[in-house]
């Protein structure tokens, strides 16, 4: 382990935390990363570093960070650009793991007074392996720490899980984690990079493949100096965990913003293409889809292939889902002769009884309904199942009369579903087996298959490593 | 106006309802059906109709359809197919408008006599215009009327409003209904085609652009015998009322399961899709974009163009938004140097001053903020705003803070935002402006390009004409 990861294990579970700028004012940043780490419950120590010395949410302040003689692991500067230098300096001068730079005004300025203070904060570490978070960045969480060393307090009532989020943008990163709030997905760390100064996308999933709360690695990327670095990194750990990527930046004007965002043009988007599958990483270009891949991670296993039973509850779903198969790469299949002949036997010949299955006549019967999905389960060339079922009043007692099999099954092949009721209903079914890892559901059957189609993505990408 | 719209007028607005097939039994869907309408608050008469004789839900029941000689308007049929021609004769023999014929088993089953069936049905009704929702359907529910039509007792929940939802799949209906629930987004009819004896999508099409209640029309669509008489009809009307198309059964396989289905081959793609753009008709491929799209036609104005401002309080997300726009055919457009002026004035150069404007740096102070709004809106190049920001604690005060600047701009140029927070946060300031009409908002910056998109592309398709 480099001396800069060793540093990166104090910068994410620090026992003491500095904040240079620390601020009683509202309209300051100082006041919510004050508020972000007190309220956030951190249990370590909490210095509030201001040159007026007044206690600061009841905290006793340092006048400097050099005023404060003991043990700092991390130090979290929000001052003006101009006074960053000599807070890096002092940094350097003493035993601090992690700096997280909150302050923008460096290489993403037009000025080029900013790339040069950029090599100025690189310079006034001086060799030493500070991990540096930023700069211009809201910070990072570590949920699992109670550790908030942001700017955004809010981000404390996230649930606590095993996504971890990493971004270029601050922005997204509060999209996605917002967005995995209301889906009730779980999130381990949220880190937001800024503009690099040494810590970049190949140290973090370095960090993030060893950390033990992370399961998943979500990465938002608009460009980077050293795209091969990052590719040797993942590459290095291809197959332990899987990271999904969106890369933004691909129109011309995304481009040019790119540039003054965060000091780096995005470059060519074939060339990062390319890079990502060499490295097993899933580029998916949707945010709204990369939860979804990222929620369908956290619960279900990867399928052994692309085969596909679509059960569902009324027909027009099916169809729509098939539709969707098709164009994902997903294989609707033909089902054996004896799975056929068993499903025959359940359903009347009103019902369209191939793949995919329109169950709506077995709406009454969960018994007859809980053994066509096992017949599909037991079918070896299914891989995965699609569970499509809209509430229909008649069919409320379905869901209960078929979890116990779900349940049973949970583990051994995914089961993606789109069940959707009005508020209120399905919702302790929905909870109970998602809570089980026996399902993943979503709201319209087009978001559950291209879930469905990453996961084998996924599987496909790491197969022919 | 032909006997048969005449009588969809008494079909969609009876006084007096017979339900032949009422139960009493949870197990049957002539009870939900009694139920759909009790509960749901129908003030007209309701004559449940069973041989048992048996009062159902406090209602006196008729022995059968004949026994009940007062007047009738709309006839719903949950009796099983042998018995449903009996059923039709009467009617015919009668003065009934309407006819929701939920029994399936007609022409979507294998069995050469469910065809048959389906013909001796239309000869049952000897010539008379009654119009006839179904077979093989839910149902229909009018919100404004207070009629829930359908064995879905849930539909009456759904808000009231002016989008009107027709669909060839039960399931459809009910997932559209409930993503309309969920998105807050006001319904007047939701109708299931099913196999479309004699009400298919033109005759619905139809009655729709004259319905007063009904301003923005949802079509689901499978397949049909006659798509000709389709464009001829919305051409007739075009322009009048958007008309959103999801056509389904583009894979191969979902055109095999369609036949089944409804009775009728999906039919070629292209086919399909030439003959919506003859219509006037926007074609959508993506259930959720297809509800986004309404919700933003039932709050904006259409677009005079495709120039669009992109204001992000956060540079990532403004970039996200930039590459959607330049993939869905939107023009990110140069500011004029005026507005551009304007622009830098009010914000320090360490931001992204062009298209998309990062407003970030202005977030303590929405008044500089909301002259950056302005300067957009004014600009002439501008048809639309895509409005974009994360909450971040510090930037809590900004929605309040521009939101009479929203609300004076009403309807004279589209905004679409994304606005994201945790729950709670916003949350009012947002139903405000949505209520205003000043804002139509989605919870990624995807999703609201995708929409405003598809409020251009319905302006240009109509331009065309």
Redesign the interface.
């Known amino acids: 382990m480099t001396d800069l990861m060793k540093n990166m294990d104090r910068l994410f579970e620090p026992k003491t935390v500095a904040v240079v700028g620390a601020s009683a004012n509202p ?1 300051k ?1 100082g006041f ?1 990363v004050m ?1 972000s780490l007190v309220r956030g419950g951190f249990a370590g120590r909490i210095i509030p570093v201001n040159p007026s010395g007044a206690e600061i949410m009841g905290l006793p302040t340092a006048a400097s960070l050099a005023d404060h003689r003991g043990e700092i692991d991390l130090v979290i500067v929000v001052v003006p650009a101009g006074g960053v230098r000599e807070v890096f300096a002092e940094c350097a001068g003493r035993d601090v793991a992690g700096i997280v730079l909150i302050t ?2 460096f290489k ?4 080029p007074a900013g790339a040069e203070l950029h090599e100025e904060l690189l310079a006034a570490l001086a060799g030493k392996p500070i991990a540096v978070i930023g700069p211009n960045t ?1 910070g990072f969480v570590n949920l699992i720490a109670d550790l908030n060393a942001s ?4 981000f404390s ?1 996230l649930k606590k899980g095993s996504l971890a989020i990493v ?6 990163s ?2 996605l984690g ?2 995995a ?2 889906a009730g997905l779980g999130v381990s760390k949220i880190v937001g990079l800024g503009n690099r100064l040494n810590v970049d996308f190949p140290e973090m999933i370095a960090y993030l493949m060893e950390d033990h709360h992370t399961k998943v690695i979500v990465c ?1 990327l ?1 460009g980077m100096e050293n795209p091969r670095k990052l590719v040797e990194t993942a590459r290095r750990y291809r197959g332990k965990k899987p990271i999904l990527v969106y890369k ?7 481009n ?3 540039l ?3 000091g780096t043009l ?1 470059g060519r988007t074939e060339l990062y293409r390319g890079a990502f599958r060499q490295a097993g990483m899933l580029e998916i270009d ?3 889809t990369l939860l979804d891949t990222a929620r369908a991670l956290s619960v279900c296993p990867l399928p052994a292939g692309p085969g596909v039973a679509i059960l ?9 889902a ?2 969707v ?3 994902e790469g997903l294989n ?1 299949i033909s089902f054996s002769k004896a799975t056929q002949e068993r499903i025959n036997e359940l359903m009347p ?4 009884r ?3 299955v ?1 169950m709506g006549p077995a709406w ?1 019967d969960a018994a007859r309904m809980q053994m066509i999905v096992q017949a599909a389960m037991e079918d070896e060339q299914v891989d995965m199942i699609i569970l ?1 079922m ?5 069919n409320v007692a379905v869901l209960a009369g078929i979890q116990d099999l779900l349940r049973d099954w949970r583990q051994r092949k995914p089961l993606i579903s ?1 069940l ?4 209120g ?1 399905w919702e302790k079914e929905i909870n109970y087996l998602q809570g089980q890892g026996a399902l993943v559901n979503y ?5 559950a298959v291209r879930a469905a189609a990453n996961l084998w993505r996924l599987r496909a990408l790491n197969l022919k490593a």
């Not at 993403?108 to 000025?111: A, G, R, S, V």
């Not at 971004?167 to 997204?172: L, P, Y």
């Not at 709201?443 to 978001?447: S, Y």
């Open positions: 309209d940043l919510h508020k923008a005004g993403e300025i037009d000025d809201y700017f955004t307090p809010e009532s971004t270029q943008s601050g922005g997204i509060h999209l917002f967005l709030q209301e938002y608009e933004a930046g691909k129109a011309k004007i995304g040019r913003a790119s003054s965002h965060t995005a949707d945010l709204a569902s509850g009324q027909a027009g779903c099916g169809m729509v098939a539709d198969c098709e164009a609707v010949p009103i019902a369209y191939n793949n995919p329109d009454y499509l809209m509430f229909a009043s008649a789109c959707l009721a009005p508020p209903i709201p319209t059957p087009e978001r």
